[in-house]
């Protein structure tokens, strides 16, 4: 009888393991956006006014970051930060979608894509 119980809880432990660590191993795998818990982040007002800087240099407009809406990362090599933006024109106020390309470790970024969200 006791040796039936051991078993029944070490199997039942094995297999709750597995599952917090399947699900663990997929929230670090690459490629899934993950929303951004802070977009009040320094961290991330500087990916977005990179975001808005580089559109301006290859546009030659002259945008100005007013906030972020809301952002999503996903892991690559590097991480992709997908951010809502608001930015003046001017005295209009648009939304835009930045995705920008960093590799913290190598000091690189790269604006991917800078798009007009119709509302």
């Known amino acids: ?32 956006w993950k929303p951004i818990k802070n977009i009040k ?5 500087k990916i977005a006014k990179f975001a808005v800087d580089q559109y301006n240099k290859q546009s030659k ?9 809301k952002g999503e990362t996903q892991v690559v090599s590097g991480i ?4 809502n933006l608001k930015a003046k024109d ?3 106020v648009n939304t835009y979608e930045a995705v920008v390309w960093e590799k913290l470790w190598l000091h690189f970024r790269n604006l991917t894509s800078f ?4 509302d």
């Open 115 to 118: 798009t007009l969200v119709m």
């Open 61 to 69: 407009v002259s945008l100005k970051l007013d906030e972020v809406v």
């Open 1 to 32: 009888m006791q040796q039936n119980s051991c078993f029944l809880i070490l199997s039942l432990s094995i297999c709750f393991l597995s599952l917090i660590f399947s699900n663990a191993r997929k929230d670090a795998l690459a490629g899934g």
């Open 90 to 92: 001017g005295s209009a």
């Open 41 to 45: 982040n320094p961290h991330v007002i």
């Open 80 to 83: 992709n930060y997908k951010l």
